[in-house]
């Protein structure tokens, strides 16, 4: 069974750019999270859903942040405009059902590493 | 501000020492705690839990004791191995309300076991 799929794995873009990243969760899993993970903060949450709904948008930093999951098998964040401090590995995760996600098995994906010059 | 604390940026032990992971938090709601454990261009990997009714959770080599007066729990790793070596996070949740789900994690100790 595959994993939760991110990509790009890697990008580097210069400040002002549009970035995207992108997100297939686990087939079946109802409930996706998007962290970010910087080496003085370590892993924050950005945002999650829930059977598609944006649940908790709190931890999404400004305005210039936002996700969108359009169906069950996909969800992107962007950042318009990107800027230097951006700069960090993105991770997204999904969870089966509300019982997964109390004992903690959220499956990440490998990560988008973002390098905005 | 941090609700949940690894003060030790790394840790270095002997292949067959014993590793142990420290976690410190703040919010007295939180309820249950989670390590996970991340491999370089991985993404992490949940290892071991504990509720807050308990004070201890053991599975094989891997050990995580809660001291909820203390705010505080810890991994023990017996005996540590040189595939061990990895960061590992602490995470920390509250149920019910709109924070259900929501996992507040640490910054994350890295472990280096040297054979």
């Known amino acids: 069974d595959a994993g939760v799929i991110q990509s790009p794995r890697h990008e580097v873009t210069e400040m002002g750019q549009e970035v995207t990243l992108r997100c297939k969760p686990i087939?079946?899993?109802?409930?996706l999270f998007w962290y970010r993970q910087t080496m003085m903060r370590g892993l924050e949450l950005l945002i999650y859903?829930?059977?598609?709904?944006?649940?908790?948008d709190s931890g999404m930093p400004e305005d210039r942040f936002s996700a969108k999951m359009p169906n069950a098998s996909f969800s992107t964040l962007k950042i318009q405009p990107s800027e230097p401090r951006d700069s960090a590995v993105y991770f997204c995760a999904s969870s089966l059902d509300p019982s997964g996600v109390a004992t903690g098995e959220l499956f990440f994906g490998e990560g988008s590493r973002l390098t905005v010059l | 501000d941090q609700q949940v604390k690894q003060n030790s940026p790394s840790l270095s032990v002997q292949e067959g020492r014993i590793s142990i992971l420290n976690c410190d938090y703040t919010?007295?709601?939180?309820?249950?705690f989670l390590w996970y454990k991340k491999y370089p261009a991985e993404g992490p990997t949940f290892l071991i839990s504990i509720s807050s009714i308990k004070d201890k959770n053991e599975d094989g080599r891997f050990t995580v004791f809660l001291n909820k007066s203390a705010k505080h729990l810890s991994l023990h790793i017996v005996p540590s191995q040189p595939g061990d070596s990895a960061v590992y996070f602490c995470a920390a949740s509250s149920d019910g309300g709109t924070s259900y789900g929501k996992l507040t994690f640490g910054q994350g100790t890295i472990l280096t076991v040297h054979p």
């Open positions: 859903f829930n059977n598609n709904v944006p649940i908790d």
């Open positions: 087939s079946g899993h109802d409930y």
């Open positions: 919010n007295s709601m939180f309820d249950y």
